[in-house]
């Protein structure tokens, strides 16, 4: 699309069971009000261009594919993503505000396999900003183990992916951190599985309080983080 979509106060929604592909030749990408995903079939892909959204995003059905771009949530309500089945493949970028301390803001995000939602819960948020996450299906790579924690030697790292956060503007207090893992299989998942962090891509190390793993469905916990968000370049 070469011309202006002027999005309004309205509901935009890709529906349907054939693949949809958005592209603009605009700078800064394409923008929505309310974008709806309904595609029973591969849902949505992004050609050359970012997306807005800058009220609610509702993924009901189906992924939207985002390649090197950017999925954006202008809004600052947690509950103005509204997530039934689908999710971002590739970066999906969330604007945080104080207001909603305490209350989970979720991110789906995985592979074309696999789901890997990360729901963040901050105390505080003195500082508002965005918040970009991506998950990354390689070995993130063992830099800095072992590490022990409760008497847990911790030795090996799952190589079937990790999840890339950073962050701009964005000043948080602890946060508790919820990891979907859909498709980690590399080793067994129980309930000793830990959530390490690093910052800038340096070595992994232990931050805030180990919560007891589960599965079905395969998620770690982690509570009272203070780091391990890394600021944009």
């Known amino acids: 699309n ?3 979509f002027v999005e309004g106060g309205r509901t935009v929604t890709f529906d349907g069971s054939a693949s949809q592909t958005l592209s603009t030749v605009l700078a800064g990408g394409e923008t929505f009000n309310n974008l709806e995903i309904n595609n029973s079939g591969t849902g949505l892909s992004l050609a050359s261009t970012d997306l807005t959204i800058s ?3 509702t993924l009901s059905s189906g992924n939207i594919t985002a390649g090197s771009n950017t999925v954006t949530l202008t809004s ?3 509950d103005d993503l509204s997530h039934t089945s689908g999710y971002i493949i590739g970066k999906l970028s969330r604007n945080l505000n104080g207001a909603y301390s305490g209350q989970d803001y979720i991110f789906p995000v995985g592979t074309s396999s696999y ?7 901050f105390t505080s948020i003195p500082t508002p900003g965005y918040l970009t996450l991506e998950f ?3 070995d993130p790579g063992s830099a800095g183990l072992d590490l022990s924690e409760d008497g847990l030697t911790i030795s090996d790292q799952f190589t079937d992916g990790y999840w890339n956060a950073t962050r701009t503007a964005l000043v948080v207090g602890n946060y508790d951190l919820d990891l979907l893992a859909y498709g980690f299989d590399s080793y067994s998942f129980g309930s000793s599985v830990r959530i ?3 910052d800038n891509g340096g070595n992994w190390s232990l931050d805030g309080s180990h919560a007891d793993a589960i599965d079905p469905p395969p998620t770690a916990y982690r509570t009272g983080l203070s780091t391990g968000i890394s600021a944009s370049s």
């Open 55 to 57: 009220n609610t995003l």
């Open 115 to 121: 789901e890997n939602t990360a729901t963040y819960n």
């Open 196 to 198: 390490l962090k690093r």
């Open 76 to 78: 600052t309500d947690p």
């Open 136 to 138: 990354i299906a390689s």
């Open 2 to 4: 070469g011309d202006p």
